[in-house]
């Protein structure tokens, strides 16, 4: 059975969606965040998110009022003591993960699932800090969360059999569909996609097409949602630089080089949609170059 009472560290853009499907799939949730303006600028976030699903009729009024009330925001990492799952969603460095997952292995109670929302660093590495790595698995959700169906469940060297089925089990409870991978940087997702968007900024830089044709040509001849250079922006690209150079370290292959245009422009702080420019423009035209 899926757990009762779900445990989301960190109230950003990962975490507040987590804790929103979860409140709306009927657990109790408890988030945490580090300070007051932290959480209560996640929490708006959130209850923004939901205003939004409501006036898309996406989500009853009434849902809405109900997730809200089993959802509370905390500082207080011992708040999430009785928690049946924990999933962290803080800022995606193995030594502040593996420093939160020590403490929290202090904390929660010993039969809690602990779980990472990290989308590319070792989920081994981050078990090996507490003392039940058997207990411990990745639950890598994709943005936004309330919308994307899928999650990464991902196992670790020492992740047991039963923690794996539990988290297929919380997952079908948010309405996701799961997929097991294993513990290699990119797991499945991010190992296929990020060689693909990396390619499709060498060749913009290269001059093979203008960005808008790089785009169209994956949508409409892919059938892809969105074409690749459109992705960058929303997934972030100081985001996608940071996998690709961990994923680079780990297998050596060029395949996973930046290239020197996606450095240029996390240097110059144009990170895509959440800076308000990236290989496009947002809140106005799309950039020209």
Not at 58 to 84: M, P, V
Not at 215 to 231: I, K, V, Y
Not at 258 to 276: D, Q
Request: aromatic share 6%; proline share 6%; charged share 25%.
């Amino acid at each position: 059975m899926p757990p009762g009472t779900v445990g989301v560290i960190g109230c950003g853009l990962m975490g507040a969606g987590i804790a929103q499907v979860a409140a709306t799939a009927g657990f109790d949730v408890v988030v945490r965040e580090v300070d007051d303006a932290l959480l209560k600028k996640g929490l708006g976030a959130l209850d923004a998110s939901l205003a939004r699903a409501v006036e898309k009729g996406k989500l009853a009024a009434d849902a809405r009022d109900q997730a809200r009330r089993r959802l509370r925001g905390t500082t207080a990492l011992a708040d999430l003591a009785g928690c049946d799952v924990v999933v962290e969603a803080i800022v995606e460095n193995l030594e502040a993960k593996r420093a939160l997952f020590r403490e929290l292995d202090r904390i929660v109670k010993p039969g809690a699932l602990l779980a990472s929302n990290t989308s590319s660093l070792s989920v081994t590495e981050m078990a090996a800090a507490t003392s039940r790595p058997e207990r411990f698995v990745g639950l890598h959700f994709f943005n936004p969360v309330p919308l994307m169906p899928l999650v990464e469940i991902v196992r670790g060297l020492r992740t047991g059999e039963p923690a794996v089925v539990e988290a297929r089990a919380f997952a079908a409870a948010l309405g996701k569909k799961a997929i097991v991978a294993p513990d290699a940087p990119g797991f499945i997702v991010n190992r296929l996609l990020i060689p693909y968007l990396l390619e499709a900024i060498r060749a913009f830089e290269a001059g093979l097409a203008s960005r808008e044709d790089i785009d169209e040509g994956m949508r409409l001849g892919c059938g892809h949602p969105m074409g690749p250079l459109t992705l960058l922006d929303f997934v972030g690209l100081d985001t996608t630089l940071w996998i690709a150079e961990i994923m680079f370290r780990e297998f050596g292959d060029p395949r996973f080089a930046a290239p020197p245009l996606l450095r240029r422009m996390v240097a110059a702080g144009h990170l895509g949609k959440k800076s308000g420019r990236g290989f496009y423009e947002y809140g106005g035209q799309k950039e020209s170059r």
